[in-house]
């Protein structure tokens, strides 16, 4: 049989991940091709860490090229303009057609900053390796005032039924509120500044339940933050911020997650939602092109926008393709849930395990040192292993010893 052609586009947390399963299982059935505008991989879960806690900005980015072709694959450097789906072809950026026989999208959404009045000017993000070194440098010159952290509200399709989350995700507003706090306690100025959070959401960590916010909370009202619910960012000046209600927050440190919008390579091969959005099957499949799959931020799916729901998606998509080419294994069912960790600043984290707004029963937090220690662990395991993830049993395990924990506290 002749070698089926797979073209990945992107290389983040969904496209690596798909990579190595597909290589892993199907390494004498596809040529492979890896493509991306960057030359390095990003790991943006480590980017409030190289903001706050002066990880390097290296240990957040790797080369995809030896990756990709130390495994027998074949990586391009090169944005893409457009895919032709009549042919099955990803057009570049140069004109130069690539053939596929499967095509999987892993291109991510767009931080749109330049949709928020005033972000260049006066705003600040840790979203990408551009913005958080500015966070960095800003948070080094700080020596007091008012502090605004947030998201602002994104709009999502209708195509699928996906919950409709006002803001993408605020894991990382809980690190970086946290992370500021530790930081300006450890420089003995904490007094001389107050930290406001502000969520487009009617509560504040939408995403997860009850049990979380009363773990959670606590640990905000002792760090002395403030937070308001229900605002939606409107423009950000010199010294406030302005909301769609008329309300304001005096700041003169704001930091912000932007909407996300779609992928414009998605948008322009009309191949997204109303919003741009992918629409797939629970096999991650697009719902009007079988040989197309998808996972990550990019797809309809993928909410809240969490880097465990993209290597999910991607385990998914690529025992879908391996399942079509073999007639063997198994496609995992799709069940959302949070799954992640906070760092709160020093050896302090907590780690967040809930799944009760997709209808499930779990909804756990784990505070403390070890938390910490198991996501420096994560990340060093992702970098030092190029965008390896650890083995899923110990995630497994993880996630047993988590109900187990579960258990003791109901009984």
């Not at 403030?226 to 010199?238: C, D, F, P, S, Y």
């Not at 911020?241 to 390579?265: H, R």
């Not at 948008?267 to 998808?294: Q, V, Y």
């Not at 690529?318 to 007639?327: D, N, P, R, V, Y």
Request: hydrophobic share 40%.
């Amino acid at each position: 049989m002749d070698s089926k052609k797979v073209v990945i586009l992107g290389g983040g947390f969904g496209g690596l991940r798909a990579f190595y399963h597909l290589k892993n299982h199907l390494s004498d059935k596809v040529e492979v091709t890896l493509i991306d505008p960057r030359s390095t991989t990003l790991a943006r879960p480590a980017l409030p860490e190289v903001a706050f806690a002066e990880k390097p900005i290296e240990h957040a980015r790797f080369a995809l090229k030896p990756i990709i072709e130390g495994r027998g694959g074949k990586f391009i450097k090169a944005k893409a303009a457009r895919i032709n789906t009549a042919n099955n072809q990803v057009i570049l950026e140069n004109g130069k057609p690539i053939s596929y026989d499967y095509l999987f999208l892993t291109v991510g959404a767009v931080k749109n900053y330049d949709a928020i009045p005033g972000y260049r000017d006066f705003g600040f993000s840790i979203c990408d390796d551009v913005e958080a070194p500015k966070v960095k440098k800003r948070m080094k010159e700080f020596s007091g005032g008012p502090i605004v952290i947030g998201s602002a509200k994104s709009e999502w399709g209708s195509r699928i039924d996906a919950p409709g989350l006002d803001a993408p995700c605020e894991g990382p507003i809980g690190e970086i509120m946290f992370m500021v706090d530790h930081e300006l306690r450890r420089r003995d100025i904490r007094d001389q500044a107050t930290i406001s959070v502000f969520s487009p959401a009617e509560i504040f960590f939408e995403d997860v339940g009850e049990q979380v916010h009363n773990d959670v909370v606590p640990l905000i009202q002792k760090s002395a933050i403030e937070v308001h619910t229900h605002k939606v960012l409107k423009r950000i000046a010199e010294d406030h911020v302005e909301f769609d209600d008329g309300s304001t927050l005096e700041s003169v440190f704001t930091i912000i997650i932007p909407p996300y919008t779609g992928n414009p390579l998605v948008m322009s091969s009309n191949l997204g939602d109303e919003k741009g959005f992918i629409p797939t099957d629970h096999t991650m499949r697009h719902l009007d092109h079988p040989n197309i799959f998808a996972a990550g931020d990019a797809t309809a799916l993928a909410m809240p926008k969490l880097g465990h729901l993209a290597t999910m998606q991607a385990d998914i998509a690529a025992k879908s393709l391996i399942k079509e080419i073999t007639g063997q294994g198994e496609i995992p069912d799709f069940k959302a849930e949070i799954f992640c960790i906070m760092n709160r600043g020093g050896l302090d984290a907590t780690l967040i395990f809930s799944d009760t707004y997709f209808g499930g029963d779990t909804d756990l937090t784990f505070n403390g040192p070890l938390a910490h220690f198991m996501k420096w662990s994560f990340d060093s395991y992702y970098y030092y292993t190029r965008g390896h993830l650890p083995p899923e049993m110990l995630e497994l395990s993880l996630k047993a010893a988590l109900q187990t924990l579960k258990g003791s506290k109901t009984e």
